[in-house]
């Protein structure tokens, strides 16, 4: 029972933070947008040091909250995401008139629901993680009241939010109809279990997901809602979001025992294909980098539920942890380079923007191309390594018709994002287009997740090593 406090403590720290940063805003003096910028960090570094003091077992919660080598993982890049994400907010909330307890309070609190989401072993956690989750987002996509884009982008997302939790707890009713029990863990073998009914829930359950994390064809809000987010609140809506459920995905496949795995993969094949094409082909016409990259992580979302076809081997889960680091660096370092780059009147998202940039602003655009290049998956890139490692495992999955497919999607979007580095390097400057400078915390944020694909890239051996380590099974 001593340990209870410490399977849960980051959950306490980000929880504490929250309410701290809200006390401090409500009685504070005019003028503590910095104060509570720096208690964010601190409460963020906090929680990333408390992920390894989590314990792999405990009896009493294990019903409810997993705690092991696999859920450190998440939480601890789930709580790297939002250190990201709030420096580089540091000039652009400011900027924007935003860098208040608002902002930073909901970031920690979205960063709790995230953290239940990915650790949830029963579907009333998953469930309320996820709501807090949506609902911080639901705040942080509007936060800026003054501008009808942002406020636009709230309301798509929230009543898609809302039609994904009813199908959700449509879809969590069905499990508990058929199984008896909320729990993830049940035998199919059961004579008490409806394997129907629970098809049906998996089914429900699947769009709900859908909806959130965008799985075509409910990926349709995804492109508007991430145009008209602050940048930064895009970059963890792309990121620290998608990382909590597909951890939270993975979990319920291994769980997943037959027959009902095998009914599942079919819908797991069709997902994945409609994503990979659905994302790649209509990213190919966009001129607007936010949507651009909107629709990329609506195919990158597909090359992971294309992974999952092989989360029953090793090298499966390994692929899905490896890819979804890379994912949430390349990810954040892209919408954090547009966030850095933005001016306090609006974001820099057109094409036309970033026209020589390359020379103007190097240091920037050499991170952002980086990140585009990492999502084309060329060498010697995270995201090169990243590919062939989630390939080589759906390949050996026997899964060759659909790796086939998302070769020929990754093929295509080398166009897609070298677009992009010839607008930066081989166009010329736009003499009417005002650039800003990058504040340290900017500088900070851009150079880690610069190193890390490098890394990771380069000499991904460790990387691997300690996920193997780390006991994903």
């Not at 997993?66 to 790297?80: D, K, P, V």
Request: glycine letters at 10%.
């Amino acid at each position: 029972m001593e340990s209870n406090g410490i399977v849960i403590l980051p959950e306490i720290i980000l929880a504490l933070g929250g309410l701290l940063i809200f006390s401090t805003g409500a009685f504070g003096r005019r003028g503590t947008g910095q104060s509570l910028f720096v208690l964010a960090l601190i409460f963020l570094c906090a929680t990333i040091f408390a992920c390894f003091l989590v314990p792999f077992s405990n009896p009493f919660l294990s019903q409810m909250l997993e705690s092991n080598g696999y859920t450190r993982l998440f939480m601890g890049l789930i709580a790297s995401v939002a250190f990201l994400c709030v420096l580089f907010s540091s000039r652009y909330a400011g900027a924007k008139g935003f860098n208040n307890d608002a902002y930073y309070g909901v970031l920690l609190f979205a960063a709790l629901g995230m953290d239940l989401t990915a650790r949830a072993a029963h579907w009333l956690i998953f469930f309320l993680g996820l709501e807090l989750l949506s609902i911080s987002l639901y705040i942080l996509i509007a936060i800026r009241r003054d501008d009808p884009f942002n406020g636009e982008a709230g309301i798509k997302y929230l009543i898609t939010g809302a039609v994904a939790g009813a199908f959700l707890a449509f879809g969590v009713a069905l499990w508990y109809a058929g199984t008896g029990s909320l729990s993830l863990v049940f035998d199919p073998a059961s004579k008490s279990v409806d394997i129907s009914l629970v098809m049906a829930a998996l089914t429900l359950i699947l769009v709900g997901i859908g909806f959130k994390i965008s799985f075509a064809p409910f990926h349709l809000w995804t492109p508007d809602v991430y145009q008209g987010s602050p940048a930064p609140v895009t970059a963890f809506l792309a990121t620290g979001s998608k990382v909590a459920v597909f951890a939270f995905l993975i979990r319920l496949c291994l769980l997943l025992q037959p027959p009902l795995w095998e009914a599942f993969k079919p819908i797991l094949w069709i997902t994945a294909f409609l994503t990979l094409v659905a994302g790649t082909v209509t990213a190919l016409s966009q001129t607007r980098l936010k949507r651009l990259l909107a629709y990329s992580s609506v195919a990158q979302m597909g090359f992971l539920i294309m992974t999952l076809l092989a989360v029953k081997t090793e090298s499966g889960r390994f692929g899905l942890a490896f890819y979804l680091m890379v994912y949430a660096a390349m990810d954040l370092g892209a919408f954090g380079i547009i966030a850095s780059l933005s001016n306090e009147k609006k974001d820099r998202d057109t094409l036309e923007a970033y026209e020589g940039l390359g020379y103007t602003r190097p240091w920037s655009s050499a991170v952002l191309t980086l990140c585009l290049l990492s999502l084309a998956g060329l060498p010697p890139t995270a995201g090169f390594v990243g590919k062939v490692v989630i390939f080589k495992a759906v390949l050996q999955a026997g899964e060759v018709s659909l790796a086939l497919v998302a070769i020929l999607m990754s093929v295509l979007s080398i166009y897609l994002y070298m677009k992009v580095v010839v607008v930066l390097y081989m166009k010329p400057a736009a003499a009417t287009t005002p650039v800003t400078t990058l504040g340290i915390f900017e500088q900070a944020g851009a150079g880690i997740i610069f190193l890390f694909l490098l890394w990771a890239g380069i000499a991904p051996s460790p990387l691997l090593t300690l996920i193997g380590r780390l006991g994903i099974s």
